[in-house]
């Protein structure tokens, strides 16, 4: 029997003095072998991360491991030199992040950012690493390689930019491959590919995958084997049938009974009251030049249209790329839209001067994907909370005041008002974002993909949250994801966007029950097992 690439033997990692707790990680062991999958699952915190960084030689330096041993191919890697682990990554382990915005570096076109692995592990012509990195691009389904290779992270969307660092992780084609939440940010379809891709090495060469994921779908899909974590603690672990289908830990079934379905709830009754938000025929393209001065029009977004009313939730799904966060950003003017007609209540807005549209942002608020964006690092989460409030002409002890009870409403004690958002969770943070978005007292609520990011149970918390403020306080919400599980429970109508237009919409009882068009089906077809 052939030794495992990767084996973990009572590894513990010591978190610095004044922590919760005295280990991120505690005795944690585990194999993985040629070939093979393990998925690693469990809330934020719970030490999976850390794992992964250990094996990869990149702790945070307050972070240090004190008990155990790391093997990767029966070499021990604890004790390695830096020049030794700086060797072994890219070629024998290699490793996709979940955010790859931190990732790539901005100032390095991508193709610079591949060429540089195999510039610096190999001792090919510049002429053949650019055909190596041109197929690996090609096979990781990023459109117009040749494009793609010019062009700079800022350039590309989300999904693409993970596609990239997927792509700077396979190319040297390691035997141990380390993704930690790399389908996050992906929509169901480019998700798909990306787990075929990592099968299709894994038949080609072997590779082992270590996997750590919130989506227990994706978990379903590809894993051999599972391990559970929690606070450090490896709570369950057995074959992906066993942990699925027959979990014995109180706090697996807790992780599976909050993973949200793909059937939606009975419909609620249908609104009648007026549009807090409309756009009609919205429409947004873009003028490039090349360096011939000729110039390239790219149509974004064509001839969009939606409503919201009072406590109903719309929904926009549909792949990365699709036009949804675009259509998103021209009905709240972040981007001017080309053409067509915007209306937050009954102000027109669609061309409205920056100085006149902005005493009416109030009206319509966003809760972004990533709230480490949104909150200022340096400021109390306090200051971030009323800083609007106080913008639109709020007195500050009453936007203070105002703060203080949306500590409560978002479920996070008032004493953390004067604590950064460096002292929170990821789910924390999020409500923190949400609290600071309904201190302007909005009308609408836009949430940009304000959960992929979130473990299953922080993200049940958060959804349930955002339905019980939408009932006390009248909103209207529009909800962009890529996870139509999450459409399925939270959305009244959904719309789905394809190549920057609206190819099908409805209530989201009917849609999901009987899709019309070939892309929803096929968006329905791609989306992460049932288990």
């Excluded at 999976?48 to 191919?73: C, F, I, N, W, Y």
């Excluded at 529009?478 to 190819?503: N, S």
Aim: charged share 20%.
């Amino acid at each position: 029997m052939t030794n495992p690439v990767l084996a973990i033997q009572n590894l513990s990692v010591a978190l610095p003095a004044g922590a919760d707790r005295k280990h991120a990680v505690q005795d944690i062991s585990l194999s993985i072998w040629p070939g093979k999958t393990l998925c690693v699952v469990g809330e934020s915190g719970s030490g999976k991360s850390v794992m992964a960084t250990t094996v990869m030689g990149l702790l945070a330096r307050e972070l240090k491991p004190d008990h155990g041993q790391v093997l990767l191919q029966g070499e021990p890697l604890l004790t390695a030199s830096a020049s030794r682990l700086r060797d072994l990554r890219g070629r024998v382990m290699g490793m996709v992040f979940q955010e790859p915005m931190t990732a790539l570096n901005p100032v390095m076109s991508c193709g610079d950012q591949v060429d540089e692995l195999l510039a610096t592990h190999t001792d090919w012509p510049a002429d053949k690493r650019r055909a190596e990195v041109l197929r690996v691009f090609d096979s990781v389904r990023l459109p117009e390689p040749e494009r793609i290779l010019r062009s700079y992270p800022h350039q590309l969307s989300g999904g693409q930019r993970q596609r990239i660092v997927i792509a700077m992780a396979v190319i040297l084609k390691p035997v141990l491959l380390i993704c930690d939440e790399p389908t996050t940010a992906l929509d169901v379809t480019t998700q798909k590919e990306i787990l075929k891709l990592i099968d299709q090495l894994q038949a080609e060469q072997g590779v082992a995958v270590l996997f750590i994921t919130h989506d227990m779908g994706v978990v379903a899909e590809i894993a051999d084997d599972v391990l559970v974590m929690h606070q450090g603690l490896a709570v369950e672990s057995g074959t992906c049938e066993q942990v699925l289908k027959r979990p014995q830990a109180a706090y697996t079934q807790q992780l599976l009974a909050a993973v949200p379905g793909m059937t939606p709830p009975p419909a609620r009754p249908e609104p009648t009251g007026p549009a807090l938000l409309r756009g009609q025929q919205v429409g947004k393209t873009y003028i490039s030049r090349d360096w011939m001065g000729r110039s390239h029009e790219t149509q974004a977004l064509r001839d969009a249209a939606v409503q919201i009313r009072a406590g109903e939730t719309v929904g926009i799904v549909g792949e990365s790329g699709s036009g949804k966060s675009t259509f998103a950003r021209c009905l709240i003017r972040l981007i001017d839209p080309t053409v067509g007609q915007i209306q937050w209540g009954e102000h027109e807005i669609a061309q409205l001067p920056e100085g006149r549209l902005r005493p009416l942002r109030s009206l319509v608020q966003v809760v972004f994907q990533d709230p480490n964006r949104s909150l200022n690092p340096r400021r109390t989460v306090g200051q971030s909370i009323i800083e609007g409030a106080v913008n639109f002409g709020m007195p500050k002890a009453q936007a203070w005041t105002l703060a203080q009870e949306l500590m409560r409403r978002v479920r996070l004690p008032v004493e953390a008002l004067d604590r950064y958002p460096s002292q929170f969770s990821g789910g924390q943070r999020q409500r923190l974002a949400i609290a600071r978005a309904l201190a302007c007292q909005p009308k609408v609520l836009v949430a940009d993909e304000a959960v992929s990011a979130l473990d299953v149970s922080v993200q049940a918390q958060i959804l349930t949250l955002l339905r019980e403020i939408q009932a006390e306080f009248g909103l209207g919400m529009l909800f962009i994801t890529h996870d139509l599980r999450v459409a399925a429970q939270l959305c009244d109508r959904v719309i789905v966007m394809h190549q920057g237009q609206m190819v099908e919409q409805g209530r989201t009882v009917d849609l999901y029950a009987q899709p019309q068009h070939a892309y929803t089906r096929k968006l329905f077809d791609a989306a992460p097992a049932a288990f």
